[in-house]
Structures are given as structure tokens and as C-alpha cells.
């Protein structure tokens, strides 16, 4: 029986053994033992576990595959039916074959595909490298191996970031419209960010600032920190604007595990730390596909008319308009055609046009004035659109009105 010196001091060595953020997962007695194959330092089979050189400590692709059985598992079954070998290779020169051992001998380790794995500070911690056995036979497989392994490679990077980070907010973000431009972020409970992942950090230092934790999360949304008010367990989907007005991202906040430990690895942790990144950018398509059916929030339509109006001489800048309610330029026509029926220019030209019909009847401006006061370039601009809107030219139109 171990007594409660022996636990604590065996816990305390499992966490600073922890290179990830979370817990040593192997003993010296599950470490695994490891061979040179094709350049690749990596476990031997049970057959050839005679010829292996053991190892004394877990290494980086120990407490990968432990840590993250979920994704392995995903990953295994994807590659099930195909002749292709997984290897997590880790920085300090380790690998593991998660699938397709039996393959080893023969393949061509040139011709590969690799991801990163990143720790919670965004340096690379392992690759996922996927090795089909025939070798890359087109551009298309390859696409498609290197879709596999980033998927993959980004969701234990991000398990390893929530893990490290679990007892601060984490905001998984995804810009709409842009599958590629996605964050996670640490906030604490003052609202400061002490963690940003790799692509967050990128996206500050091309404005020209490196990242520091302490951080205000305005750096990187315009939002009301209240927004991240909830209970103890408590996740919730909201939409915010980037602070480049980059368009609208979509965040899925998740709270803290208040009663996490450094010294645990349970279902909880697993269950608290589950990627999340992907059903952000489903969850957000379903929101944005639901409000699109609905078309423009009434409380908006008198602004979009009002401002149109407005702009009618001097020039409407309907990416502005989008950009001044919150939307992208391209979600913003999808949800006008839903609202007026037709896409913004053809409003506006409708509106040019009914302007010029009023200044014909209501005064007694020559064409070329009128032309100009309805935003059209010249009197050719204004007779050539209203003749076809209209049927008729803007004289002709005019001899009528003042006739009856």
C-alpha cells in the first residue's frame, strides 16, 4: 500500500514531467521501445522488441498518443481500408506508427505528408506524418493526406491548449466566410488574454505587436466583456466583430473547470477539453443559414433605405453599408435579395431612377442637372437606364406628367 507521502511525491513528479500542460501518462514500466526505420526513430512491433533500445522517461509522442486517444482513434478509422502508415513524430526525435505498422518495411519516407502539433505557447511540439505505401501518386492525394493530417494535428493541438488552460475561459473563434482564420484564446476573469495559440499570435504580429499575456481582449474583438458572464458550467455561441473589421466571427466560449488540478487526468478533463473548433464553424453556418431565411432584421431595413437615400448623389458604398452593420459584403447581399427581392445595385438604380422621375414632374431642372442630383454620371447615363427601366426617355416621361 503507498502511503500519502509516496502518492504525493509520485503526483508531483507526474506533473513536472508534463511537457503539454497536463499529467506524465506512462510509468517506466508501459514505456515503449523504439527502433531506426528509414530515418524515423520509432516504437518496435511486439516481434521486434528484442532489438529495441529502451527508454527511461515518457517521450513527447508518448504523452500525445496518451492524451489524445480521441483524435488517434478518429484518425485510426479514417485510415483503416487504406495501405497508409500515421506516425507521430515528436521534436526530440521520437515517433510512434498509430496505424499501418505492419507496412513499415519498404515505404518511401520522401514522399509524405506532415501537420504540426503546437504546444498551449505555439511552438511545435510533434508532427502527424502520413506515409501512403505506392508513394503520392497525384496532386489530388496528396490534398487529401495533407487534409487528414491537419485535421488531425489541429484538433490535438487544440485538446493540448485546453488541457494547459483549463481554468480560464477558453474562446474558440472562426472568422465567417474564411474556414482558414480561426483562433483560441485563455481569458481570465479579469478579461485579460494569458493564452493565444499560434494563429492568434500571427494575427497580431501582422499589426505589428507580439503577444504578451495580460493582454485586453479588445486587442482582438470589439465585444462587452459581459458577454462571458455565465455559471460554473456554462458554453455559449456568440457573434462578434474582429478588431481589423475583418468580418464577423463566431465564439464559442467555454467556462472554466473550477475544479480542475494539475494532478488529474479524468473523463471530466477529457470531456472539459474536447476539440471544439469545428463545431464553431458548424454551429455558425446554422446560425447564419437561419437568420439568411429571415433576410435583414426589420430594426435595420429603414437604415439601409435611409442611408441609400442619403448617398443617392453623392455615391452609395454599399461595402461600407455591410461593413457599419456587422456583416461581410458577400453575406449582406444574400440577406438584401432575401429582404428587397434584388441585390443592392439594382435597388439602388431603382431609387436613382425614382428620384429623377420626381425632380422631371417637381421642377424644372434641365436633364443634365437632373442627372447629376440622382447620382448618375451624365444625361447619356440617365436617358440609357431610365428608357430601360421605364420604357420611355426622361423628355418623353416629363411632356406626359405635365400634360395630365
Known sequence: MMNCDDRDAKRVESARNARLGGPSFLSRRDSRRLVHIGGLRVNADEKDRSKANHTDSPTVTD??????????ARLVEILRDSRCIAVVRGIDGSASPVTGAELIDGVKVDEKVSASIRGPQGAPLAFVDLLPKEGIDSQQTKALLLAIAESTANAITERFFRIHYRQQWIMAGQCTGRPGKRMLLAVDREYRVVGADYQAQDMLRSRGTEFEPGLSLTVFFRMNPSDLRGGRHFETLIKLTGHDDDGPWYVLATSPDLGASYFEYSDREQLHSRPRMETVASLGELATQRKDSLGIPPRLLSRIKASIDEGLESGVDIEGLARALGYSLSHFFRLFRKSFGMPPHRYVMQRRISLAQEL?????????????????????????NFHRFMGQPPGAFRMLQRRW
Do not use: M, N, P, V
Open 63 to 72: 504523452q500525445i498518443l496518451t492524451g489524445s486517444r480521441e483524435e488517434i
Open 360 to 384: 422631371l414632374t417637381q421642377t424644372d431642372l434641365d436633364l443634365a442637372c437632373i442627372a447629376l442630383k440622382s447620382g448618375f454620371a451624365d444625361q447619356s447615363h440617365l436617358c440609357r
